[in-house]
């Protein structure tokens, strides 16, 4: 499976697995210590659960960073869906590099297949509608790129990257600029000065009054934020497919469809990656 992200991934790999190694193993892992320095040694990773596998370029580059001779055989890709008891991985490796790679490799494994696994499933439950399901900047400090690849690897899409990236005017940003109108006009200055950086604006609206005064204003983009669903309806037909319509705010699975079905374009969920429990997987020595 291709995945589609918006920026290259190397740097962010790098910079993510060299702090989790620093962190980890400091001025060197003691226990590792206690292996031969040269023995050799083959392993395999499991899953102990059903998921969406997401994070094998972290994982090897943890392992690749401590033995440069390392070879990893995936039998599946990011993205794919995978199995309790599924064999994922086969490894060669120093024995002292696996050992001492092994925590942090698996901590991004796993981390970001939780992240991809619950996208998919909020994602199924869209199935079928207009809206895609999107994620939020509620993400781990540090781990914000990782955590949006695997919402894509999971079948969301996601919001801004960061505060680089997009504009997002809230309800603050609206009072201290003066209104929807000048807010828009100030945005509309700051994104033509940013140039292609600034990928989009989106306003946020809280009533149906609001929503009339941004449409009014030349929105193309604008956040529901929570609106009930009779009002995410009557949202619907007043933009009339003008603005991209995004719903937010204490969106849960049990929620989602009804959300989706009233005619959004987009519901943002920031339980996609702020709450989520690692996928259980598994490293075992072979032999």
């Known amino acids: 499976m291709t995945i589609d992200f918006p920026i290259p991934l190397a740097a962010e790999i790098t910079r993510n697995v060299t702090a989790a190694l620093e962190e980890d193993l400091g001025a060197g892992d003691l226990t590792a210590a206690l292996v031969d320095g040269g023995q050799r040694v083959r392993a395999s990773v499991i899953s102990r659960e ?13 392992l690749h960073r401590l033995d440069p001779e390392a070879s990893i055989d995936w039998l599946a890709v990011d993205g794919d869906a995978i199995a309790a008891n599924q064999l994922l991985c086969r490894i060669a490796a120093n024995a002292r590099a696996l050992l001492s790679a092994e925590r942090s490799a698996l901590n991004f494994l796993q981390l970001l297949s939780a992240v991809a696994s619950k996208t998919r499933i909020y994602a199924n439950a869209i199935a079928g509608t207009q809206a895609e399901v999107v994620d939020t900047r509620k993400t781990l400090p540090g781990l914000r790129i990782a955590q949006k ?13 960061a505060l680089w990236d997009a504009i997002l005017i809230k309800e603050n940003h609206i009072h201290a600029a ?4 000048p807010a828009l006009e100030a945005a ?17 609206v809280e009533s149906l009054a609001e929503l009339d005064a941004a449409l009014a204003a030349g929105a193309t983009m604008i956040l529901l934020d929570n609106f ?8 619907a037909r007043r933009n009339a497919g003008r ?15 009804a959300i989706a079905e009233t005619g959004v374009d987009r ?3 920031g339980a996609l990656t ?7 997987l598994s490293m075992r020595f072979d032999g």
């Open 243 to 257: 603005a991209v319509l995004e719903a937010s705010g204490n969106v849960t699975l049990e929620s989602i469809r």
């Open 188 to 204: 509309r200055r700051v994104a033509g000065e940013a140039g292609e950086r600034c990928r989009f604006i989106q306003i946020e």
């Open 274 to 280: 702020k709450d989520v429990k690692a996928l259980d």
């Open 267 to 269: 519901i943002s969920v």
């Open 228 to 235: 009930s669903l009779d009002m995410l309806r009557e949202a």
């Open 149 to 161: 690849y695997a919402v894509r690897c999971g079948g969301g899409g996601n919001h801004r990257l």
């Open 178 to 181: 003066g209104g929807i109108v």
């Open 50 to 62: 059903p998921g969406v596998l997401c994070g094998r370029d972290w994982f090897a580059a943890c």
